[in-house]
């Protein structure tokens, strides 16, 4: 007798669902009594059939059956349904010869009927397991206070379970909305072309059409794209995609329904927070039939699929306008989407139903990881255990699983610590530490620590071998990489140039009228650079010279007239003050002149300088440097900080890989974190590694500690700035250590102690 594999099927969102299998049963209703409206076949009679005393309760009245798909081996099976739970159970053809006299309500007598009517011959322990299996699954009318109260703590422990996987629940919660049976039936007569076999020939000439005026206007098709980054463009986007998802649940409800299945219910749930529709079909486990399952896994790929290709057809057909936007919208979001997301066999989506239905695998997921975690038991334990898909599964399938389970995995490790990053990043940050270190601890960091803690299970198997010996030493060696004080080696972005002699700064805001210095050239002390105008400045000279002239004249006046004689002290003081204010002015317009401070090579210029351009004082314009003190500028990350120090051998590595690199010793490194950096050439504006806080600001945006390193060498000299990167032999650290260092930093700088 094959052996029972349990599992089970939940209500689906979006279609088919999983289904229990179990290797064997008839079709019909299952009666209160437990008797089976269907003929098992019979066989020769069996005698000396063994008697067991042994009572067993009736099976649940309201459970159905309905023929399954063919067995691999090409037997017939049979699916059991749960009305109450929706979850669906499938039988091979030994197990229903027990259920089918189940009825007769005593093992002894069980056994006698299928070792007499059969070609079977089972025992006590076949009973015995289907019955485990049925009470497991909660399939057996339960009877007697013992096992209603056993009943009771089962549901006290799967509802304490739920409750301890609420992560799960937050990020993906299912609210049904309505039930759309009626509906749909209602409605399916109207839709009767998209069943027939016209539809098919027709789609195919619509998709070559369209193939063909995308490759003949694919720039005006792309170009459509921009429109979109406004809210009229946002509302209408959103419009097309809310269009293209409800055709696809509607589709794989109207394609159960045209089987003749049941669509108990339509819904949106939350993914990770985003909203999304779903369909319950997971009644077509009925069919027995794979290529129907498909259909319905299918359906809503197919929809999208031809939603793109008829709104790409009428996008070639009609004038700019809100249609056309419209048909752009379905085009892109129906063919991306499903092709990104709904195909995607990793997760419970389209692509995974149909994976398991094409390779004829219930249970895709769930079977894999029983085999990824038989393989992990085989390859680190040494264990010699028999594989979850029994002593000789088909070719392949192993392999196939084993592969999945892999894959899967990977795919959740990536998955969820992007979630967990995205929370960190979406929310405050003191909460978004919390759930950035919960999340991978929950999704990452349990299940691996609840598989290892599962072997303990196993401790009286483990034998010491070739296989755990190599995995236990490869364990000691990375720990013993992991604690060991490593040499580290510190990266930073950093420029080699000459020492800075001075730095041009416009004196106050004011516009360029001319420029007289260039890019590299050579100055002497006092030589112009630059000249600036400012009109407002301007203006109050002339105003001042203007009052000045009229406070003289009416000074020289007073001294004439004998009456204005008392009016002489007063004037005299507002020419004073009108005189100083004149000398200002055109003290600050001198200033405007601006010339080399000191002698020097124009090592910087602002390429954006050019005549009628205004500047204001926090602005640097160029700076002069001295070629015979070359000197490099790094600029190191804060997580990085404790690990350089003074007197650190480095070496430079130039941008242009033609240009040798050059040691260097650390010489200085500031104690604050610095605003904004000594040089652009760094800044991501003009081709560098820091982010400034915009492109006309040099400001950092990220705290960044400047280290100064000297060339060991000290006949080097520089004609002009080379960007780079240092890198810096840094303290002997041990990388667990340091990790640790990293995540309590991160604590103490998000939460502000």
Not at 402 to 412: C, D, H, I, K
Not at 563 to 587: D, I, N, W, Y
Request: charged share 20%.
């Amino acid at each position: 007798m094959a052996g029972v594999l349990i599992s089970t099927s939940d209500q689906k969102g979006g279609h088919s669902g999983d289904v229990a299998d179990m290797p064997g049963l008839a079709v019909g209703r299952i009666k209160p009594t437990g008797s089976v409206v269907a003929s098992a076949s019979g066989g020769d009679s069996r005698a000396n059939s063994p008697t067991v005393s042994s009572t067993l309760p009736p099976l649940r009245q309201e459970l159905e059956l309905s023929p399954g798909p063919p067995a691999e081996d090409g037997s017939p099976t049979w699916t059991l349904l749960d009305p109450v739970r929706n979850r669906f159970f499938r039988f091979g053809w030994s197990e229903f010869q027990l259920l089918a006299r189940w009825h007769l309500g005593e093992a002894d007598k069980i056994i006698a009927e299928v070792n007499g009517n059969t070609t079977l011959q089972i025992g006590p322990a076949e009973v015995e397991r289907i019955k485990l299996f049925l009470s497991g699954h909660f399939l057996l009318m339960p009877q007697g206070e013992e096992v209603i109260t056993g009943l009771w703590g089962r549901f006290a422990g799967l509802r304490r379970l739920q409750k301890n996987r609420w992560p799960d629940r937050l990020l993906f919660a299912r609210f049904p909305l309505f039930d759309p049976d009626r509906f749909l039936v209602a409605t399916l007569p109207f839709l009767q072309f998209f069943f027939s076999r016209f539809f098919p020939p027709l789609l195919a000439i619509a998709a070559l059409f369209s193939l063909w005026v995308l490759f003949n206007q694919w720039d005006t098709f792309i170009h459509t794209l921009p429109d979109f980054f406004t809210v009229p463009g946002a509302i209408l986007f959103a419009t097309g995609f809310l269009a293209a998802k409800l055709a696809h649940e509607f589709s794989h409800a109207y394609v159960a329904k045209y089987h003749g299945l049941r669509v108990p219910t339509m819904g949106v749930a939350f993914l990770i927070f985003w909203p999304v529709f779903y369909t319950d079909t997971t009644d077509s486990w009925r069919l027995s039939k794979r290529r129907q399952r498909m259909a319905i896994a299918g359906a809503g790929v197919a929809a999208e699929l031809v939603m793109a290709v008829l709104a790409t057809f009428v996008w070639s057909l009609v004038a700019a306008g809100p249609l056309k936007s419209v048909c752009f919208v379905l085009a892109t979001v129906s063919w991306v989407i499903t092709l990104t997301v709904n195909l995607n066999p990793l997760v419970h989506f389209d692509g995974y139903y149909l994976l398991s239905d094409a390779l004829g695998l219930p249970n895709l997921q769930q079977r894999a990881f029983g085999v990824g975690r038989w393989r992990i038991r085989r390859w680190i334990l040494g264990l010699n255990m028999p594989s979850p898909e029994g002593s000789s599964p088909p070719g392949g399938r192993l392999t196939i699983l084993t592969l999945y389970a892999f894959g899967a995995w990977v795919y959740r490790l990536f998955l969820f610590t992007t979630i967990s990053l995205m929370v960190y990043h979406f929310v405050f940050k003191l909460l978004g530490w919390f759930l950035l270190v919960g999340g991978i601890g929950w999704f990452i960091v349990r299940p691996v620590v609840g598989e290892i803690l599962s072997w303990r299970q196993e401790a009286g198997a483990i034998r010491i071998n070739f296989i755990n010996t190599f995995w236990i030493l490869a364990l000691l060696a990375l720990l013993a990489w992991l604690i060991f004080p490593w040499p580290t080696r510190v990266r930073a972005p950093a420029v080699l140039e000459s020492e800075v002699t001075a730095r041009i700064h416009a004196p106050f805001p004011a516009r360029i009228q001319s420029l007289q210095a260039a890019y590299g050239e050579v100055v002497k002390k006092g030589q112009p650079l630059l000249t600036l105008d400012s009109p407002d400045l301007q203006d109050e000279e002339t105003k001042s010279a203007l009052r000045v002239r009229y406070l003289e004249a009416e000074l020289s006046r007073s001294r004439k007239q004998k009456k204005l004689a008392q009016k002489r002290q007063v004037t005299a003081g507002r020419l004073a003050k009108a005189r100083r204010e004149l000398s200002g002015h055109r003290q600050q317009k001198a200033r405007l002149s601006i010339t080399a401070p000191v002698a020097g090579t124009v090592r910087w210029l602002d390429r954006a300088l050019r005549p009628g351009l205004w500047v204001d004082e926090n602005r640097l314009l160029a700076l002069l440097t001295d070629p015979a003190q070359p000197t490099v500028l790094a600029y190191l990350e804060e997580i990085n900080l404790n690990r350089a120090g003074v007197g650190q051998a480095a070496r430079f590595f130039p941008e242009n890989p033609r240009l040798p690199a050059i040691d260097l010793q650390v010489s200085t490194i500031d104690p604050a974190a610095i605003r904004a950096l000594d040089s652009p050439l760094l800044a991501t504006a003009f081709g560098g590694e820091v982010t400034t806080l915009s492109e006309e600001s040099l400001e950092t945006r990220e705290a960044r500690y400047r280290i100064r390193l000297t060339p060991v060498d000290p006949g080097i000299t520089v004609t002009e700035a080379i960007r780079g990167v240092v890198i810096i032999s840094g303290r002997r650290e041990s990388l667990l250590l340091g990790y640790w260092q990293e995540l309590v930093a991160l604590w103490v700088r998000e939460s502000g102690m």
